[in-house]
């Protein structure tokens, strides 16, 4: 059979030995260990001039080293004493397998589980926010996005003010955008407009500023001059179907406001 070198596993034929230069003879030859018969190649001692003195296998050094000699013994085996159970250990020589009643195995504590997250609302700044910046934000699958706020195509997106979300994927239960981005009291202004147009079934959004301006956003009294408007033009339909420059001094709001009389 043939040997090979305990270092680097090749095959002492195959190794061809280091030559010296000047002489032309083997620099170094092959080493066989005292301690463990082992043989080390001339080619590994030329290479690392340690193992001319020094075996790595049994740590044995044949110089004075700062190195601790010989292998340290193995930590001596102490089997654990066996927990007080209501059965018996097996007997020493058993082919038994141990029941897992008689291992001393300690369960988990049941933790209670912790109580799912709120929604989050998150005002939308249409300028920088879609769905994947919202996914990657609160790191909620685009999947939840749309399902808890029922958003079938992206493009949706931009006719909404804000958006939900889900507590089940975001537990911060903090919105990275708790307040509108054009301001609390111009979204009050908005909301007032939209009312007073529903109310009054007006479409044209300049006439309805037109009327909450004139009563410093009031609702009620904005809705009140409409009405009134709308009373006094059935009162009088000769004089506001009239044209010219005879006009009526009551005579103002949505007709005078989208030139239908000029």
């Known amino acids: 059979m043939e040997e090979a070198c305990a270092t680097c596993a090749r095959y002492l034929s195959h190794i061809p030995p280091p030559y010296d230069e000047k002489s032309e003879k083997p620099a ?4 066989r260990l005292d301690c463990c018969s082992r043989v080390i190649c ?6 690392n001039s340690r193992f001319a003195t020094y ?43 141990p029941s ?5 195995v300690i369960s988990p504590t049941p933790t209670e589980k912790s109580a ?18 919202l996914s990657f934000r609160y790191s ?27 507590g089940e994927y975001y537990k911060g239960g903090v919105s990275l955008n708790p307040r509108p981005v054009e301001g609390e009291e111009e979204e009050r202004r908005k909301a007032i407009v939209r009312r007073w147009m529903v109310r009054c079934k007006v479409s044209e959004y300049d006439v309805a500023l037109l009327y909450l301006k004139q009563v410093d956003y009031d609702l009620e009294a904005a809705v009140e001059a409409f009405k009134d408007d709308e009373r006094w033009e059935k009162e ?25 009389w000029s």
């Open 55 to 97: 075996c790595p296998f049994c740590q044995i050094s044949t110089t004075p080293s700062p190195l601790p000699q010989g292998l340290k013994e193995p930590p001596s085996y102490t089997p654990q004493t066996p927990s007080s159970s209501s059965e018996a250990p097996q007997p020493a020589g058993s082919d038994e397998l």
């Open 28 to 31: 170094v030859y092959d080493r």
């Open 116 to 133: 799912p997250s709120e929604d989050v609302l998150h005002f939308l700044d249409h300028t920088t926010d879609n769905l994947t910046s």
């Open 140 to 166: 909620v699958p685009i999947s939840a996005l749309r399902k808890v706020n029922n958003i079938h195509s992206d493009h949706l997106l931009l006719a909404r003010r804000s958006i939900l979300i889900p």
């Open 42 to 47: 001339g080619d590994c001692i030329y290479r």
């Open 236 to 260: 009088h339909p000769m004089e506001a179907n009239r044209k010219g420059k005879g006009r009526v001094k009551h005579d103002l709001g949505r007709r005078r406001f989208t030139g239908q």
């Open 100 to 104: 897992y009643s008689s291992l001393n």
